[in-house]
């Protein structure tokens, strides 16, 4: 076939003008930029939200794509968040730090901890999230997933010092509430009881009370469950339905342990 052609072809196929790649790789630029500005202690804050700025002005021309709705005033209200996300950000390692006994300072956890960077992005995304910005606070969150396994929905509700341990393989949906004081272990599921475009603007995902504990694996699913205060799930259990406070829900699973008799 002639390659004119097949580059004719392609071109016609190429149906989304907003499809930017370049975009994404924007906004990891713009993440990294913004974790190290607000926790490492050599970097030049002032310098930095300059060159932050000048980045986010770059995603409003790539993402804004609602002209009937300018992003121009976002940067500024951002902005203004960012000491509180920070303070909440450090109520999380704080929860970490003293909550895992294997934490050897706190140092620790804003460098080497998967859960507390999933976390911190999160915090970042869900500021964007709240202010209607397209796509950019997912492709941080997705960044984020990327790197430690950890897919939370910038549209999440998280309540102070939450402690995600271990982390791969956590995933909380985007109507998911989770209040204070939280603790999930890795594989634990925040999720949909049924998955339809029409429920789109309905809650989709569990409501977590204060104080909860969710063990390895657990799996919690629909938007009228919720976890009341004070309950702890066991690993790998299956809840669909709400839980009172102060309860313990855990998964039975029979073991057997065949020994081989002695024949030395």
Known sequence: MDKSIIVKKIIENKKQPNLRFRL?????DFTDLLFLTLFDIETPVETN??????KF??????????IEKPCTKIWGNYLERLPMVLEKLNLDAEAIASCDPASLSIEEVYMAYPGFYAIAIYRLAHELYNKGFPLVPRLMTEYAHRQTGVDINPGAQ????FFIDHATGVVIGETAI????????QGVTLGALYVA??????KRHPTIEDNVTIYANATILGGNTIIG?????????????S?????TVFHSAEIKIKTLPDVS
């Open 24 to 28: 994404k790789r924007k906004v990891e």
């Open 49 to 54: 939200i300059e060159s932050l700025e000048i």
């Open 57 to 66: 002005d770059e995603l409003i021309n790539l993402a804004c794509w609602d």
């Open 158 to 161: 998280i309540g102070e010092s």
């Open 178 to 185: 989770i209040k204070n004081n939280v603790k999930i272990y």
């Open 197 to 202: 475009k029409n429920l789109q603007r309905t």
């Open 229 to 241: 205060e004070n309950s702890i799930i066991g690993g790998n259990a299956w809840v669909t339905s």
């Open 243 to 247: 839980v009172a406070p102060n309860s």
